[in-house]
């Protein structure tokens, strides 16, 4: 059974995009075929951290929607991301990345002239169709915008990254909310970039009153991390570091 | 023998005064070697600072062959509250790793009445003088107060003698703890001598080490206390009206109708 999996936060700077990067290596690593649509315009971008040239990107997702292309044109592999792993990755895992410009003056447009949820759902099933898709990662935009709730309302399991401060907490309250009005079956949180030392009992504890979804695991705030900022995907050169095997659970939650 | 002997007059110059000498030598070299610079060295790296404080005062108490040890913190209600304590003749461990709490109270840096210095006790005298203070009989002392030694003492049978008692300064060069050994005793007929002002110094440096572990442990300690009050505030009002901003929308509510179709269509 394929899935689709949002990664969201409300506002930039959370890490989401790191945290995509590696949940969707970490799932391939484990034998599946993943694939990763960047729909965040205003990150870095995700293609950066596969060592993805911008001028490699031929089509993109944005192309897909106004119909010059399939959506599978759209994907490109780079499962070659996956070599150097520790393990060696099984021969059916892959690694699709779609990337996009997205912005947002194209995806107002986009929604004025009656795009529809079944449209950009139909092309994300399609993509899972044709490239065969365990699982695919949406890296959505921050904030909740259109385009954020359309992410979240075909997504099977949306995760919520989110940091130990007050505007996140907030703004994460108004997203569970209206997930769970968009009755998306799986809503799961990651704080990161925590400050150590930290009570991880208490902040989930907290967390849990206040959301009322699970906690799939805390990230401290890392200077290894730090020191790889976009320079490729924590995972692949950080093997046995704790974040590492707290993202690989959150690989597993979301599984 | 005589060829070991000092040229000049007037000092003691016999081969047992010398022996004992470079033996103290060798001590402190092998304190500054042993102790302090591996001290250091752990204290940087992350980690067991509150283990450290207490081996701090652990290894300062051997370096002075002393017989007890005491390691105050300064309060912020400005008093010195008792952390550590050991008696080795008393067989007496509190606080730290021993888990048992120390029953005495704090003693007040300042009278609480008259405001004045409460300089008469020597640990509050260091910490308000930053001076270290060696004394040589608690009982013959001038100047301070030393009744509630006395009374421990009439209380155990003990005998409180020499006292070296070391102010913990921070970065901020305040004094945030005292470190007060009790009762150096000779190695060799372990009888209570005074403390030789030759390990003054090491115990200083010592008592650095311990301040900064503090520092690093009070600080720590500080975030813990800011995590576990960390609290996840949401303002309910202004998220239900968010929401509903959002959720009265036609655009919402047409993604939540055909949401709802298209997982009934996969269901």
């Known amino acids: 059974m394929s899935k689709i999996v949002s990664i969201h936060s409300f506002r930039g700077g959370t890490g989401k995009s790191n945290v995509t990067a590696n949940l969707a290596v970490l799932t391939a690593l484990g034998g599946k ?223 | 023998m005589s060829a070991i002997a000092a040229p000049l007059p007037g000092l003691d110059t016999s081969a047992e005064w010398l022996r004992r000498r470079v033996a103290e030598l060798e001590r402190h070299f092998h304190a500054v070697v042993h102790v302090v610079i591996p001290m250091g060295v752990a204290l940087l790296h ?69 405001g004045l210095p409460n300089e008469t006790n020597v640990a509050t005298y260091a910490a308000l003088t930053g001076r270290t203070v060696n004394i040589a009989d608690a009982y013959r002392a001038e100047g301070f107060d030393f009744s509630g030694t006395r009374a421990f003492d009439s209380q155990t049978g003990y005998r409180a003698t020499s006292f070296l008692t070391v102010p913990l300064r921070n970065g901020a060069d305040r004094v945030i703890g005292v470190l007060q050994l009790l009762n150096a005793r000779d190695r060799e007929t372990g009888t209570v001598v005074s403390f030789e002002a030759g390990v003054e110094p090491i115990v200083e440096s010592l008592s650095a080490l311990a301040a900064a572990a503090l520092e690093v442990y009070l600080r720590e300690e500080g975030l813990r206390r800011q995590i576990r009050e960390l609290h996840v505030r949401v303002d309910a009002d202004k998220r239900a009206r968010q929401v509903a901003e959002i959720a009265e929308t036609d655009y919402f509510q047409e993604l939540q109708r055909r949401a709802r179709e298209m997982r009934q269509r996969s269901a």
Not at chain 1, 159 to 175: C, N, S
Not at chain 2, 99 to 112: A, E, N, Q, R, V
Request: hydrophobic letters at 40%; charged letters at 20%; proline letters at 7%.
């Open chain 1, 33 to 255: 075929r993943v694939g990763i649509v960047d729909t965040d315009v205003q990150s870095p971008g995700i293609h950066v951290l596969f060592g993805f040239d911008e001028e490699q990107i031929q089509v993109c997702l944005n192309d897909y929607l106004w119909g010059r292309c399939a959506i599978e044109e759209t994907a490109y592999d780079v499962t070659s991301a996956l070599v150097g792993a520790p393990v060696t990755a099984p021969p059916q895992s892959r690694v699709f990345l779609i990337p996009s410009s997205l912005r947002p003056g194209e995806i107002a447009r986009v929604l004025r002239e009656g795009y529809d949820v079944t449209r950009l759902n139909d092309g994300f099933r399609n993509l899972v169709e044709k490239l065969e898709l365990d699982t695919l990662f949406i890296d959505t935009h921050p904030g909740v915008n259109e385009e954020t709730l359309l992410s979240i309302a075909i997504s099977d399991s949306l995760l919520i990254v989110l940091r130990a401060d007050h505007q996140d907490f907030q703004g994460t309250a108004v997203t569970v909310d209206l997930a769970r009005r968009l009755e998306t079956p799986q809503v799961v949180l990651l704080l990161n970039k925590v400050l150590p030392p930290y009570d991880e009992e208490a902040l989930d504890r907290q967390l849990n009153a206040t959301y009322q979804v699970p906690l799939a695991g805390i990230l401290p705030l890392s200077e290894d991390m730090v020191r790889l900022a976009s320079g490729g995907v924590f995972c692949m050169h950080h093997p046995d570091h704790p974040i590492t095997a707290t993202l690989r659970r959150v690989a597993g939650i979301l599984g």
């Open chain 2, 46 to 114: 992350s980690g067991g600072r509150e283990q450290l404080l207490e081996a701090i005062l652990v290894e300062a108490k051997d370096l002075c062959n002393a017989d007890g040890g005491t390691l105050y913190l300064r309060t912020a209600d400005d008093q010195l509250e008792f952390a550590l304590l050991r008696n080795d003749t008393l067989g007496i461990a509190l606080g730290g790793s021993s888990g048992l709490p120390i029953p005495y109270p704090p003693l007040p840096l300042h009278d609480p009445v008259s």
